[in-house]
Structure formats: structure tokens, C-alpha cells
């Protein structure tokens, strides 16, 4: 156990739906990161947030948006849902914000669009 | 930009055999390297993480990895696997300037067979 958090575990949806993933990072830990996890795509980072500030942006669409709240707990918002979007999204946290500062991955939400 | 490239999508050996997943990267910068493992149905643990110094890293469960800068490789290498070492394993790179953004391979998936 990785000490990550990430609800809901599993999530159907249909296409043009609006989902919200959360995740709690360990505690203490100030960074949150957002990945996703497709068998077209591989894993690719979206973003990372640092102390509730936006610290670096990958491959997010713009219909995809995150924010980390003043407790640190992190939401990912994905709207207008397209089959595509289909995949296991991963969290993970970091006591700081540099790359070289170990990830802990949480277990991952299963999103299904159908 | 950097990349990563992992040769071979799917490696067989037997119980006790000695194993080495290769990884190729290219950035035009210097770069951290990692490896990470994915079992089934879980969030990717780090194994272990190339910063500087030594180009022979250690990491855990009896995994280590080299980084050679000329051929541009870090492979990962055990000398006896085991039943549990059955898993997916993923490379990344990330610059060690700019906002370092991790950037994964399509991972290995190791089976290793009784």
C-alpha cells in the first residue's frame, strides 16, 4: 500500500459525460501528479500540482482540468467524454515537487466510456 | 525532446535464470532515468533511479540497472527472477532542466515461467 488514495475505483460513463477523479496523496506529501494509462497511448503524464499551484503540464486535453485543494487532496475533471478517453488514470504524490523526488502511485481509476 | 524506447514488449524466462530488460533513451540534454514495476491490477512502484554519480544503480528486490551515456542505454538486470517478479516494467526519462516532465516506455512485460 502505497499510502495513495484514489476513488472512485471503477467508473462507467457514456460519451459526452462529465467524470471527477480524486486522489488523496500520503501524507505530507506536497505534489500531486496525474497520469493516464491507455493501451493506444501508453502512460503519459498530464500534470502535476505543488502545494496547490500548477508546477507542470503534459499531454492534458483541454477538455481535461485538475486543482489540488488547500488540504492537498487533488481532483481530475474530464468532460465531454469520448471513447477514446477509456483508461486506467493514476495518481501519484511526492514529498516535493522535482522529478527526481520518489512518486507514489496510487492503485488507479478504471474509466470506461462507452 | 526526449524519448524513451523498451525493445522487446514481452520477455519469457524461467525461474532463476538471470533476466535484462533493455531501454534505450534519446534527449538532446542530460536526463535522470528510471525504472519502474507494475504488477497486476496495482499503481507502478518505483525499483530504482539513475540522478548522477555511479553508472551502476541498485534498486530494490535484488534489481540493478546501468546507465551507459554513450549508447544512450539503461537496462535492467537480475541475476536469479523469481515466480513474483512477474510483472510489467516501464522505463522513463526525464531532463534534468526545465520543468522535467517524466516521459515512460511502453514497458516490458516479464513472465517468468516455473
Known amino acids: 500500500d502505497s499510502g495513495v488514495t484514489q476513488t472512485p475505483k471503477h467508473l462507467i460513463t457514456a460519451t459526452g459525460q462529465r467524470v471527477t477523479l480524486r486522489c488523496s496523496p500520503r501524507?505530507?506529501?506536497?505534489?500531486v501528479y496525474w497520469y493516464q494509462q491507455s493501451l493506444d497511448q501508453g502512460l503519459q503524464f498530464l500534470i502535476q500540482?505543488?502545494?496547490?499551484?500548477?508546477?507542470a503540464k503534459g499531454n492534458i486535453l483541454e477538455r481535461f482540468s485538475a486543482q489540488q485543494f488547500p488540504d492537498l487532496h487533488s481532483e481530475l475533471n474530464l468532460s465531454s467524454l469520448e471513447l477514446g478517453d477509456s483508461a486506467l488514470y493514476f495518481c501519484?504524490?511526492?514529498?516535493?515537487?522535482?522529478?527526481?523526488?520518489?512518486?507514489?502511485f496510487g492503485p488507479g481509476t478504471r474509466l470506461t466510456v462507452l | 525532446a526526449q524519448s524513451v524506447t523498451q525493445l522487446d514488449s514481452q520477455v519469457p524466462v524461467f525461474e532463476e535464470a538471470p533476466v535484462e530488460l533493455r531501454c534505450n533513451y534519446s534527449?538532446?540534454?542530460?536526463?535522470?532515468l528510471f525504472w519502474y514495476v507494475q504488477y497486476p491490477n496495482q499503481g507502478l512502484q518505483l525499483l530504482l533511479k539513475?540522478?548522477?554519480?555511479?553508472?551502476l544503480v541498485k534498486g530494490i528486490n535484488g534489481f540493478e540497472a546501468e546507465f551507459n551515456k554513450s549508447q544512450t542505454s539503461f537496462h535492467l538486470r537480475k541475476p536469479s527472477v523469481h515466480i513474483s517478479d512477474t510483472a510489467e516494467y516501464f522505463c522513463?526519462?526525464?531532463?534534468?532542466?526545465?520543468?522535467?516532465?517524466?516521459?515512460f516506455g511502453t514497458g516490458t512485460k516479464l513472465q517468468v515461467i516455473p
Open positions: 500540482y505543488y502545494n496547490g499551484e500548477e508546477r
Open positions: 522513463a526519462v526525464s531532463e534534468t532542466g526545465g520543468y522535467q516532465k517524466v516521459t
Open positions: 539513475y540522478l548522477s554519480g555511479s553508472t
Open positions: 501524507s505530507g506529501d506536497l505534489s
Open positions: 501519484a504524490s511526492s514529498v516535493l515537487a522535482g522529478v527526481t523526488d520518489t512518486q507514489y
Open positions: 534527449s538532446s540534454v542530460s536526463v535522470y
